[in-house]
């Protein structure tokens, strides 16, 4: 016995499921041995249902200097505590190439530099209107939250 389950909406790769019993094993060199199995295409089944994850999307990234880099670590797990998604910039490249990176998947760059340090304050730029402003930490996590940290 063979089956195969088919839908109805994925055009001409419309199959998501078959298998049954086999004796193949011969045909590779083996023994003739009965089998069987079975196999489902688990990404088509999804697809065919209609169901989509939504994408994920970075909320805050940080960018951050050599000098800044004790305070991102901070911020960042204030941040991650909030329920954000965050990443915090680690490569060493230019704050420039940090946030021209960041903004390719964030909604919001945190800059942290030696004077942020220093201050305990955050440089919050929002990427969508390109508004920048310096806050205090529990400030810069309500900015990207948009409610009162957890």
Request: overall charge neutral; proline content about 5%.
């Amino acid at each position: 016995m063979v089956f195969e389950i088919f839908a109805e909406n994925l055009g001409a790769e419309n199959q998501v499921l078959g298998g049954g019993t086999y004796r193949l094993a011969h045909l590779f060199g083996g023994e003739d041995t009965p089998s069987c199995g079975f196999a489902i295409g688990f990404d088509r089944v999804m697809v065919s249902r209609g169901d989509k994850a939504p994408p994920r999307r970075l909320v805050a990234g940080i960018a951050c200097t050599p000098e800044g880099r004790e305070w991102a670590l901070t911020v960042a797990r204030e941040l991650r505590s909030a329920g954000l998604r965050t990443e915090l910039d680690l490569s060493g490249r230019s704050i420039g190439q940090q946030i021209s990176h960041i903004a390719k998947s964030a909604d919001y760059a945190l800059i942290l530099g030696e004077r942020e340090s220093r201050n305990k304050m955050v440089t919050v730029k929002d990427l969508r209107s390109g508004v920048q402003k310096e806050l205090p930490l529990p400030d810069a996590v309500r900015e990207v939250t948009g409610s009162e940290p957890r």
